[in-house]
């Protein structure tokens, strides 16, 4: 019987298969003729998820997670049914498909996927791996306060703002314990490698994209950062080494105010790039245009919430989708809890000064390098993290096998879609196909 290596690759918000085609493209030409260890060799095959797009993409991590990983056990039936048998599993997850990818993987181990297919490969492109964090912007305050009420079940597990498990933590947290299947499915793949936008990400933020809870780049035209790049993958950064503290506040206090402001403001989006006279005939109108366009985006994501909102219902009174993973974790937290209290209980055991689950304090997060005391002023460069956000990033930093690439796209508006080459019809996304290369080289089959 022929052996598959299955890679699924799945998409972001508001996303459809089309925006990984260019992502497909590249893995097929630099593993689709490989073949992997063994006599008869291993064949590629690339499942790039379907059920879970455009609207569907705000019902939730969990629900778009449920429907991928059914996508995922359809396939191994079909190719079983040729006579083909999928030996080898990967995941790449662009954005939101990222913590899909998390999620899915935590209901195939459940399952006792992994029980008869090997995991290999887990790679996330700019997910937000620990949530939205909130930044002391006025931009960024709207966006979280309209993010949970206009993205329906993502939008609150975006920002942290859902009570997903019976414990009321929100699933981004449960994701990240390793007391849960889904860490533990993380940790039985050999490669796992994230890729993040280390600036002008205006979707994904380095410090979520990168699982960091500082930011070394924001400040990168001033504060002295040194940054050195791969020689054959143009964009993506090879090391970077930051100043002492006093010579980088030197090197911002002696930049003129003007330069500072102007530095400071993101580049002209490719829409409004035209040529003279155009690009001062628009400017009178955008008092006009602006508004109107951001009346339409939120009357079009009210619509979508809503419509969103429903389906939820459907789905959580439909008595035949069977038992899902989060009535799995619902049992785990109770066995946990009443495990935790008879020990809390017993005077007899050396355990018992220890306080029961659940009522730690922000200081005993862990010992992980980088923690951001919630007492700290926040700032560009330090953002407000909740504390499950903390625990996420210190339980994600203490996986042994994790490694992180970072990109650096400057002079552009948003480098969010340029990393997957989402927008092939602008130039400057081809940027990204470095960053793809990358990935499909270090890939193992």
């Not at 935590?106 to 090997?118: P, S």
């Not at 206090?253 to 002209?268: E, G, H, K, M, N």
């Not at 490719?270 to 109107?292: C, E, H, K, Q, S």
């Not at 460069?381 to 956000?389: E, G, K, L, M, V």
Request: charged fraction near 20%; include cysteine; charge should be neutral.
């Amino acid at each position: 019987m022929a052996s598959v290596h299955l890679l699924v690759l799945i998409h972001g918000m508001w996303g459809n298969p089309s925006h990984l085609s260019r992502v497909h493209e590249i893995i097929q030409e630099v593993k689709g003729s490989a073949r992997g260890d063994g006599s008869e060799g291993t064949e590629l095959a690339v499942l790039v998820a379907q059920t879970n797009r455009d609207e569907s993409t705000y019902d939730g991590i969990d629900w778009g997670g449920e429907r991928v990983a059914k996508e995922v056990i359809n396939e191994v039936n079909k190719y079983e049914s040729q006579g083909r048998r999928v030996t080898r599993f990967s995941i790449m997850g662009y954005s939101l498909g990222g913590l899909l990818g998390r999620y899915v993987i935590g209901i195939l181990h459940q399952q006792k996927f992994f029980d008869k297919v090997t995991p290999v490969n887990f790679n996330t492109i700019s997910t937000p791996h620990v949530g939205i964090p909130t930044l002391p912007t006025a931009l960024s305050a709207v966006s979280s306060y309209l993010g949970r009420k206009l993205l329906s079940r993502t939008g609150e597990q975006f920002f942290c703002a859902d009570k997903w498990s019976p414990k009321g933590r929100p699933l981004i947290e449960v994701l990240s314990d390793p007391d849960y299947v889904f860490y533990q499915a993380l940790l039985l793949f050999p490669n796992i490698r994230i890729y993040a936008n280390a600036i002008n990400d205006l979707t994904v933020p380095y410090v979520t994209g990168a699982i960091e809870s500082t930011d070394p780049f924001h400040d990168y035209r001033v504060n002295g950062i040194n940054i050195e790049f791969l020689e054959d993958y143009k964009f993506i950064i090879k090391s970077y080494t930051l100043p002492n503290s006093t010579t980088s506040s030197a090197l911002v206090a002696r930049r003129p105010l003007v330069s500072r402001i102007t530095d400071s403001l993101p580049p002209i989006p490719p829409a409004l790039r035209f040529t003279f006279p155009y690009n001062i005939m628009i400017f009178p109108f955008l008092p006009v245009l602006l508004p109107t366009f951001v009346s339409i985006l939120l009357v079009r994501f009210s619509i979508s919430s809503k419509k969103s909102k429903a389906r939820l219902q459907s789905l959580e009174a439909d008595a035949s989708a069977g038992e899902r993973l989060a009535h799995v974790v619902a049992r785990l937290e109770r066995e946990l809890e009443a495990a935790a209290l008879d020990v809390y209980e017993d005077p007899g055991s050396p355990a018992s000064a220890d306080p029961p689950p659940g009522s730690s304090e922000v200081a005993k997060l862990g010992s992980g390098a980088g923690l951001v005391p919630q007492s700290e002023s926040a700032s560009l460069s330090r953002p407000t993290f909740t504390a499950s956000q903390l625990r996420s990033i210190d339980n994600l930093n203490k996986i042994p096998q994790l490694k992180k690439t970072l990109a650096f796209f400057e002079d552009v508006f948003n480098s969010h879609a340029i990393i997957i080459c989402r927008l092939p019809k602008y130039e400057h996304n081809w940027k990204g196909e470095f960053v793809l290369r990358h990935w499909a080289d270090q890939f193992e089959l």
